[in-house]
């Protein structure tokens, strides 16, 4: 039965959850622009006693989250990590390609255009030593260009490994983190003192999943004591109830992977360590990088690779078939190096299309007429025809030793020894097989000139570029400090000889900026026929377009990120108005339960007034 004590207890009662009430109003609007703050409110309840009313009661604070947004928004969280992530390192590789729009002198294009015009001058001017400067420096300036390029790319690409590294120190730490608030969470929630919570714990520790989230794709599950576990899309175990994980470098090749290493009751590290298969990571910063470092990076290098070697061996097959002047006394192969020895058959290890090819030598006096030649030419100096390779193997260097010098025409061992060519088939400073092709005679000079097929081009007899790829293409050192040995003349085929002022070979040299080119397969490109400024433009085109897609898919992500905490601000989020609303009502209801108290005083005042 309800008394005036009675009344007096719940009418204190409704103070006090009042004032709950209006401190957790305080709470929120305190809070309203707290990044990851989650509007909390008071849950009441009823007490009754023996039937009767016996005022309210503190049943909860809650924390306002909607799940399934909440795990919306995380899982967000990690495709935006990967966008855009991957659009800075995109951004970082457009500074080395240059804008595809950019019209500058330095864009790669132009350094092209440029050599085969400077090469194009030389064939209107084969006599001017300074159009040979020009166009050795100009050619310079482009494997420097290319070679800074490849170096930008690596350096890109040894970045995405490092930032991995940077991210693991990080996400260390956020993990301990998120494994401290989940012993407090649950001690908090266990305890449960005097309606005690955890919820500004709870919003604490989404914080941090949310950092961790951007990293990687994770999954979340929460038990009944408030704790979270953690796992990896793809299985592997973060963040436990009793635990937590640590992330390291483990070995593999060509970059280290990724390990996971629990760490034991005794706060040490577990002695086994599980690998994480990052081929099957979907999303996250860490996913992006590996994505940038393994794949984006190695197939841009790719394609500049495909253009600089394809480039440089047209260029060197050409260059090969000419002769600078005056021309030098001895030539030494380019592309023999790979050979097993000199012995090595250069139909299998070298090229098959050797067989049956011919070619001329003619040793020529300081002017450029012949001394000695193969060049069939009814002149009083006059050759029996080209050197025949066989059209059957094996064949080796040493092969094509023996078959220079035995030349009837031109061959020192047919002259008697100290006359015509020397051919010797050797290894250079480093080991490697080369055959060099000389005139006998210091004051004489050597010239060679394909009759049939390419033997000068495959045997790289006066290759202009020295390198295999974008890493190491240089120009010969001998020319750069000699632009004289240029090769743009070719050997006269009146009489073996050659002019100061021929220029046949400059010509098709210069032919070759709109000469068509056959590119394998490279990257992001199919096998593709082009120019070379052609196939630079599809380089370009080619980033262009990954470049505008990882951008509207960052665009996307971020927009819908954006969309999503929008939806759970207005489940969670602090709205002042609403608060202000709410705080009435608590103040109305503590004047109340005050005018109560203050009616009971009166009342009991009365009683006594009537007993006394």
Do not use: C
């Not at 039965?1 to 305080?26: C, D, E, K, P, W």
């Not at 001017?125 to 166009?135: I, L, M």
């Not at 394809?310 to 090969?320: A, I, Y």
């Not at 960052?554 to 108005?577: K, W």
């Amino acid at each position: 039965m309800t008394n005036l004590a009675s009344a007096l207890r719940i009418a204190i009662g409704g103070i006090q959850s009042s004032q709950i009430g209006l401190g957790t109003v305080a709470h929120n609007i305190a809070n309203a622009d707290t990044e990851g703050y989650h509007r909390q409110t008071v849950q009441y309840g009823s007490v009754s006693y023996d039937g009767f009313g016996s005022g309210v009661q503190l049943n909860a604070i809650l924390r306002q989250v909607d799940s399934f947004l909440q795990e919306r928004v995380t899982d967000q969280i990690s495709a935006e990590g990967y966008t855009s992530e991957y659009l800075s390192s995109m951004q970082d590789i457009e500074t080395i390609f240059g804008d595809p729009t950019d019209q500058g002198e330095a864009s790669l294009d132009k350094l092209f255009n440029k050599l085969f015009t400077e090469v194009s001058n030389l064939a209107n001017n084969p006599d001017s030593s300074a159009q040979k400067n020009s166009t050795v420096q100009q050619a310079v300036l482009l494997v420097d260009t290319l070679r800074n390029m490849n170096s930008d790319l690596d350096t890109a690409r040894e970045r995405a490994d490092d930032d991995i590294d940077s991210s693991i120190e990080s996400l260390n730490i956020i993990m301990k983190n998120i494994y401290d608030l989940n012993l407090e969470i649950s001690a908090q929630e266990t305890a449960n003192v005097n309606g005690s919570n955890a919820n500004d714990l709870r919003d604490r520790r989404q914080e941090q999943i949310n950092i961790l989230a951007k990293s990687f794709k994770i999954q979340v599950t929460e038990n009944s004591n408030g704790a979270v576990r953690i796992i990896t899309e793809n299985g592997r175990q973060l963040v436990d109830v009793s635990t937590y994980s640590q992330l390291e470098r483990i070995t593999a090749s060509p970059y280290d992977g990724i390990g996971v290493r629990r760490i034991l009751s005794n706060g040490t590290l577990s002695n086994s360590v599980l690998e994480i298969d990052t081929s099957t990571l979907t999303e996250g910063s860490i996913k992006a990088m590996i994505d940038m470092r393994d794949t984006t990076i190695p197939a841009v290098l790719a394609e500049l690779d495909n253009l600089t070697t394809t480039f440089k061996n047209e260029f060197n097959r050409l260059h090969s078939q000419g002769s600078s002047y005056p021309p030098v006394n001895s030539l030494v192969s380019g592309n023999t190096s790979g050979l097993g020895g000199v012995g090595s058959d250069l139909f299998t290890d070298l090229d098959a299309n050797l067989a049956s090819d011919t070619f001329h030598v003619s040793i020529v006096d300081s002017t450029g007429d012949p001394v000695y030649t193969t060049m069939v030419t009814g002149l009083a100096v006059t050759g029996t025809g080209p050197i025949t390779i066989p059209g059957a193997g094996p064949f080796s260097l040493t092969d094509l030793e023996t078959l220079i010098n035995n030349n009837a025409d031109v061959g020192n061992t047919a002259l008697g020894g100290s006359l015509g060519a020397v051919a010797t088939a050797g290894v250079d400073s480093n080991g490697q097989p080369i055959i060099t092709m000389a005139a006998a005679d210091s004051n004489l000079r050597i010239v060679l000139s394909n009759a049939s097929g390419d033997a000068l081009g495959i045997l790289g007899m006066n290759n202009f570029f020295t390198g295999d790829d974008s890493d190491d293409i240089d120009v010969r050192s001998d020319i750069q400090s000699s632009p004289g040995l240029f090769a743009f003349g070719q050997m006269r085929t009146t009489d073996g000889g050659i002019s100061s002022l021929d220029n046949a070979n400059a010509i098709q040299l210069a032919a070759m900026s709109e000469n068509t080119l056959s590119f394998t397969a490279a990257g992001g490109l199919p096998a593709l026929t082009d120019s070379t400024t052609g196939y630079v433009n599809q380089i370009l085109a080619n980033f262009a377009v990954d470049m505008a897609d990882a951008d509207d898919r960052q665009s996307f992500a971020e927009s819908m990120l954006f969309e999503m905490r929008e939806s759970e601000a207005s489940v969670s989020g602090v709205n002042i108005d609403e608060e202000l609303a709410q705080m009435l009502i608590y103040q109305n209801a503590f004047q109340a339960s005050a005018r109560i108290i203050s009616s009971v005083d009166e009342l009991l005042q009365f009683l006594i007034q009537r007993v006394g």
